[in-house]
Every structure is written in C-alpha cells, then in structure tokens.
C-alpha cells in the first residue's frame, strides 16, 4: 500500500542554518504531496502542497519539489527561525483524495 | 471565516465513563475525520465518514463510536472500552476533489483522572 517515510528527529539546528527534512513516498498512482505544521498543543497546518511531478510547493520561506524519479518531497528552508520549531509532517493523497497518508512527523528545534 | 471547531480543548474522564467529542466544521466538506496523537507520536486513524450517514473504521476504531447525522457535525465518543484513552484528538474535513489536503481543528486532548 502507499507509505510515507520521513527523517526521524529531533533535528536541532542554531538560528538562521540551512534546513533539510527528508521525505519519501511509496504510491501506485500520481499522488498529491503536502507537508503540514504543528505547533505545540496545536491541530495541523497546511504548509505547502505539491499535485504533479516537477511542481515546487512554497510557503513562508520553506520549500518542496515533486520528483518523481526519486519518489521525494524533501522540505528545505534557507535559514531557520526560532518560530519554526514545530513538527512536521509529510502526506500523501490519491485515488480521489479521501484518504491521507502521513509520515510519522520530524520535531524540529531551533536553537537562538 | 471558515474552519473546523473542537470542544471542548480540554476534557477529563473517569474511569469507566463515556465522553463525546464535538467536532463542527462550515467548510461545507463532504469528508471528516478523527485521529488519535500520542506524545511525540503521529497521527493514527480511528473514524472516517465520506458523507453524512456513513462512516468507516479506521486502522484504531476499538474503543470508539461515531454518528454523522449532519454534513457539518461529526462527534467522537470515546467509550469505557477504550482502556488507554489519555492523548490528543484530532477532527479534520476535506474537500475530496482534485486530492485537496485535509483542514484540521485545534484538538482535544483527553486525560484520566
């Protein structure tokens, strides 16, 4: 079935480095990609989404490619802010969208 | 603006008790959801509903109850079958058309006194 793998954290980064969260994805079809925010003691937040192979998602300073060669949607973002310590999850959804797959989420800690 | 509410954002149970979970949403969606979050875990499926009077087991849905009698309401209760109930809950709707994603609500997290 389809899947969703992400990069096990914590990750801790100092403020204003380089960020890579990894993701990858398992799906018979052509699915939509999304990565999702959460702050503590929050529900989820749509960060950015992606519905074709090639399509960049961008949000907010962070951003996600489709490849579909490498079955990725890795986030990145240039310089990280303390306000961006949260979990995030990747997902995936196909087949008419009523289920989602997510990843088991990657905590991420920015240190001032 | 349209969303999804959850009430209450705190609750308590006793042992032995039932409790519901209100989830309301005005985004006209179809589809709703509830997911269970344990501590520093992700999100599982408990319940589903594609449309108003239907609704399907998720990979977790022992211990737990749906109805979806309105397109807007989609409560969850949590019965005194569940032995380990104490987590966070989350209710999200969707549009099911061209894959939109899900919107989510704020959450309800249950504890055991």
């Known amino acids: 079935g389809d899947s969703v793998t992400q990069m096990e954290g914590p990750v801790t980064l100092s403020e204003e480095a380089f960020l890579t969260i990894n993701c990858t994805y398992t799906?018979?079809?052509?699915?939509?990609l999304f990565w999702y925010v959460q702050y503590p003691g929050e529900g989820l937040q749509l960060l950015l989404k992606a519905t074709k192979a090639d399509d960049k998602g961008s949000n907010k300073g962070f951003e996600a490619t489709y490849r579909k060669e490498t079955t990725s949607f890795h986030l990145e973002k240039g310089s990280v802010q303390v306000s961006d310590s949260a979990v995030y999850f990747c997902?995936?959804?196909?087949?008419?969208?009523?289920?989602?797959?997510f990843g088991a989420g990657t905590r991420l800690f920015v240190k001032a | 603006d349209g969303g999804i509410t959850q009430s209450p954002k705190y609750l308590f149970r006793k042992e032995g008790q039932n409790v519901t979970l209100s989830c309301e949403q005005n985004l006209n969606h179809d589809a709703m959801y509830w997911y269970r979050q344990d501590p520093g875990q992700g999100l599982r499926l408990i319940y589903y509903?594609?449309?108003?009077?239907?609704?399907q087991k998720g990979d977790i849905a022992e211990g737990y109850s749906v109805s979806r009698e309105k397109k807007e309401s989609f409560p969850l209760t949590v019965t005194s079958a569940q032995k380990n109930p104490t987590a966070f809950y989350l209710c999200?709707?969707?549009?099911?058309?061209?894959?939109?994603?899900?919107?989510f609500g704020d959450g309800t997290r249950l504890s055991i006194l």
């Open positions: 999200a709707s969707l549009d099911p058309a061209n894959n939109q994603p899900q919107h």
């Open positions: 799906a018979t079809g052509y699915p939509s």
């Open positions: 997902a995936l959804s196909q087949g008419g969208g009523f289920k989602t797959i």
């Open positions: 509903s594609q449309i108003v009077n239907d609704f």
